[in-house]
Each structure stands twice: as C-alpha cells, then as structure tokens.
C-alpha cells in the first residue's frame, strides 16, 4: 500500500485492492480500531474527525473524494447504511457503528467511549 499524509496528520492508506467495493470497505473497516470514511469538503465529516481527535482517538480516515475509485466506496457505504447521505459513515473494531447521527447518539448517551475502549482506541 501507498501511504500519503492527509490534512489531519496521520497516514491514510491508498487503496489497492479487489474491485467488489463492499469487500474492500469491509476489508478497510477491520484493518484500524477506528476508521472513518469522509469527504475532505463535508462539515459533518469533519466535526466527526475533531470528535474523535477530542476524545484522543487517532482514526484512520479514508478521504473518498482523494481517491480513484472513491464513489464506488461512497455507493457501497449508502447501500450499507441504506439511506442517501453516505458520510461520514465510522467503524469501530470492525463493527459499523453509522453515520454523524449514531455516532452523535452513542457519545450523548455515554456508550461511545466503552465501545472505543473495547476496541483498542482509548486506554483510559
């Protein structure tokens, strides 16, 4: 894999894998503690990386819009959410927690940090 430093300042992978899009979000989604699929130019994209980046997570994020073959990924992650607006959509420990709306519910209603614990992402 190629590595190239986003504007948040840790390394994103460039994707170069099989050409099922859902495979490969699967495969990305289980490969870090948290990851993040976004788009550079969405707002709730970013508030949910500052999020994360508060709380003291390093996310991985895979920014679609920088990458080729980044609006079959966008496809797959609406067809899994099965709604239109398809970021930012975050995993945590492999598992699809949503998008901004469920990740915004689960750190109001305290389940977010346990689930970054068990995950590996939060030590304290």
Known sequence: MHYQV????YYMPR????SDPMERVAKLASESAVVIFSLSSC???HAVKRLFCGLGVNPTVYEL???????????ALMRLLGNSQAVPVV??????IGAM?????SHINGTLVPLLKEAGALWL
């Not at 995993?91 to 699809?96: D, M, Q, W």
Request: glycine share 16%; with cysteine; proline share 3%.
């Open 6 to 9: 986003d504007s948040w300042g």
């Open 15 to 18: 994707m170069s894998m099989g």
């Open 43 to 45: 707002c709730m994209c």
């Open 65 to 75: 819009d920088q990458d080729p073959r980044g609006k079959d990924l966008e496809a």
């Open 91 to 96: 995993f945590i420990g492999g598992k699809l």
């Open 101 to 105: 709306d469920r990740v915004m519910a």
